[in-house]
């Protein structure tokens, strides 16, 4: 089997453990992550767990995650990066998250351009997961940890409708408040909270995602590597666009593992008027 099939067949076979593990780990944990924010103890759980089933995989040579500090090196071969819970400050309201993966061909921190595939599982109602690979792109209903597809060639409906957008809306900058007032009035507000459960919803109906750039935080929240590149590459696989605010995030050079990055994702033209709004 090929080393990318098996790493999308570990994270699969995961997910139920995962989720089955949440409701013990409800709890803060002691420790902040490398960005500085308050782990919750399923964040360490979940990282630990990955961890020790990637890092076992044979051609897996690098392993990372929002959660450490450091890449593994653990051997030969291609370089994955993970969020291993990421909206896991959902975990306390009971709301949607999910684990994303970056697989890169190259050393990490990675260009986008060098991911050869990457997935999210999504913990909502259902266990669902959505892989990108060879430019096409698959949902998945995950039971009992395997994959049985419900959607295949998935794109970005042509008429969008929803729209979330992070960060306080006084700490938006006057460009993304006046992109704002623009596409409210064509547009439904669904935010929930976690990036992988907002941009599910863009590409089930299509619209825009977005964690700009803040006032009080030029770079915004989300990391390039564990959440920004990993889900560009899905929505541009399926026919949308990413964007830092002025190219597609798969062209932002790479500096450092926990580097932080603008995020906008979705239909194309909604992208394209950010840009030009910007
Ligand atoms: P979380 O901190 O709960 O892990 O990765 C960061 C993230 O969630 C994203 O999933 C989500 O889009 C964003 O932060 C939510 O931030 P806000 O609480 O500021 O809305």
Redesign the pocket.
Known sequence: METLDKIIDVVAASAPDIRGGLAGRRRKADEENPSG?TQMAADVWADEYLESELTAIEGVGEFAS?EREDVIDCGEGLSVAI?P??????IKSNNS?GTIVGVYDAPLPASGRDLVASAYVLFGPITTMVVARAGTVTEYVVEDGNLRPVKKDLTLPHDPVVYGF??RVPDWTDGFADYVDEIEDELKLRYG????G?INQVLTYGGVFA?PGLQSRPEG???LQF?GNPMAYILESAGGRSSDGEQSLLDVEPESLHQRVPVHLGNDDLIDRLESTL
């Open positions: 924010e929002e969020d819970l990421d909206g896991s400050s959902n998250m992070g960060g909270g976690a990036m992988i907002d964690y929240k989300l990391r959440e």
